[in-house]
Structure formats: C-alpha cells, structure tokens
C-alpha cells in the first residue's frame, strides 16, 4: 500500500541554524501539506500545496518558512534560522484531491537546542 | 477557542466494555476524519465520513456523522488492548483544504 515517507526521522540543530525536511507523498496525490505537532500539543496545520504553489498557510507559516518540490517526488519544509520553539514533531501529508482525506508520514521529530 | 472539541480527554475501561468518543463543532464539516495515532509515530487514517447522518463500520469501530455534519462520534464494541491509542478527529471545512484537529482522546483497555 502507497505511504508517506519522511526522512530524517530525528534532527537535531542549533538554535539558528537552517534545517531541510523533507518527505516523499503518495505518487499519484496531488496536493501536499505540512502540519506539525508541539509535544503535548495537538496537530496544527502549516502549509498546503498544489501545481507548484502555496494553496494556504497558517499564522505559524512566517518569512522563516518555505516550501519546494524540487522533483517530481519530493516535498521539502525549510526552515532558515530555527528557534528553540520549532522544536516539535513535523508531519508531512498529502491527498489525491484538495477536500479528500489526507494520509500522514511518521513525522520527523525535529529539536532546536 | 478550539474549532473541534473532543471528549473525554481520557477513558481507561476494562477489555470486553464498550466506549465512545466524542468530537463536537459549532462549524460545519465537508468531512470528518478519524485518524489513530501511536507515540512518535504519524497519524494512521481510520476513517472519513462525508454525509450528514452517515455511519461507518470497521470491524468492531462504528463512526458516525451528525445530521448537520457539526459533530461526529466513534464507537468501539468490546473493547480489546489493542485498541490502546490516541484517537483524533479532524475536519476539513468546505472553504479550505487544512485540516483542523480535535485534542484527542486517550483510550486506554485493560486486560
């Protein structure tokens, strides 16, 4: 059965540093999103994508973010100078269609010391 | 204010008992997904409901959509310890294509 995958599964930066996430949607889904879970905290939707663009993006989604797909398979999160508080576990997902069910990764569980 | 309320926040019951889950809204839903998600891990999707009133079945889960799709339910019929999980509803409304996540609900069975 088709899955997400998310790689790495744990990075671990220092406060400032630019950190790449990235994620693998199912092959034939159109629409990718990120969301990302503060330990304790409930999932909170980032950013959704579709035809090479930002569809949406939540207050969270700031300058420090960005998005790609550089190929023809993979999504990428970026974030260029990371703070103590993006420490948390990040899901990527995708959907065939905008308003289908979304399938998750396993997360990369991101720590900012 | 939280978009999609779930109750309770936990339930430890005895393995053979029944239990429910409850996700409630004041807005309303295109879908409804349950998803089960397991420590460390991403959400697993269980189930999505589209029209109003319907019910879904997965083996010993039953999954139901209110009638003005504000408010869904999850029923678990004897429950065994393998059902041990974080269950969460999320919504998808018809103006944007975010998920919006319930708290979750921590069922815990014992043997």
């Known amino acids: 059965e088709p899955e997400v995958t998310q790689t790495p599964s744990h990075q671990v930066t220092q406060m400032g540093q630019e950190v790449i996430l990235r994620c693998v949607p199912i092959?034939?889904?159109?629409?990718f999103y990120w969301y990302r879970q503060i330990l304790g905290q409930k999932v909170e939707f980032l950013v959704s994508?579709?035809?090479?663009?930002?569809?949406?993006k939540s207050e969270i989604f700031d300058d420090q973010f960005s998005v790609e797909r550089p190929d023809g398979s993979n999504f990428t999160l970026k974030i260029r100078s990371t703070k103590l508080e993006d420490s948390a576990m990040y899901f990527c997902?995708?959907?065939?269609?905008?308003?289908?069910?979304?399938?998750f990764g396993p997360g990369t569980r991101l720590t900012v010391t | 204010t939280q978009l999609l309320e779930q109750s309770p926040q936990f339930l430890s019951i005895q393995e053979g008992e029944n239990l429910t889950v409850y996700c409630n809204s004041s807005?309303?839903?295109?879908?409804l997904q349950w998803y089960r998600q397991e420590p460390g891990e991403g959400p697993v999707l269980l189930v999505t409901?589209?029209?109003?009133?319907e019910v879904k079945k997965l083996k010993r889960l039953t999954f139901q959509f209110g009638d003005a799709r504000k408010d869904s339910s999850l029923h678990i019929t004897a429950a065994q310890p393998g059902d041990t999980g974080l269950y969460l509803c999320?919504?998808?409304?018809?103006?944007?294509?975010?998920?919006?996540f319930g708290a979750g609900t921590t069922v815990t069975v014992r043997a």
């Open positions: 997902a995708s959907s065939r269609q905008g308003l289908y069910e979304q399938y």
């Open positions: 092959s034939n889904h159109l629409y």
């Open positions: 994508f579709y035809n090479n663009e930002i569809s949406e």
């Open positions: 807005s309303v839903f295109s879908s």
């Open positions: 409901v589209v029209t109003g009133g």
């Open positions: 999320a919504g998808l409304r018809s103006n944007d294509y975010k998920l919006s």
